[in-house]
């Protein structure tokens, strides 16, 4: 039984990590958008922190994707 727990929880974690729906934002107020790629023209403005995280959770913030982004 703890076997099967593990395996699962690796399984999870891999999913996690392999995550194709992560996308950066910049970690200000104003900030509208998310971005594919860190790098991206979108974030050279940023003043703040630029922020990993998902899909999801960006547009849960009200974010929209990025102009530059195809
Ligand atoms: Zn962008």
Known sequence: ???????????LNNVVCTDVNTVYICDSRTGKRYHYTADC????N????????????????????CGFED
């Open 1 to 11: 039984m703890k076997i099967v727990l593990l395996l699962g929880f690796i399984f």
């Open 46 to 65: 940023c003043q703040h922190k630029v922020l990993k995280t998902t899909l999801e959770i960006a547009k849960s913030r009200g974010k929209t994707l």
């Open 41 to 44: 023209k979108g974030l050279n």
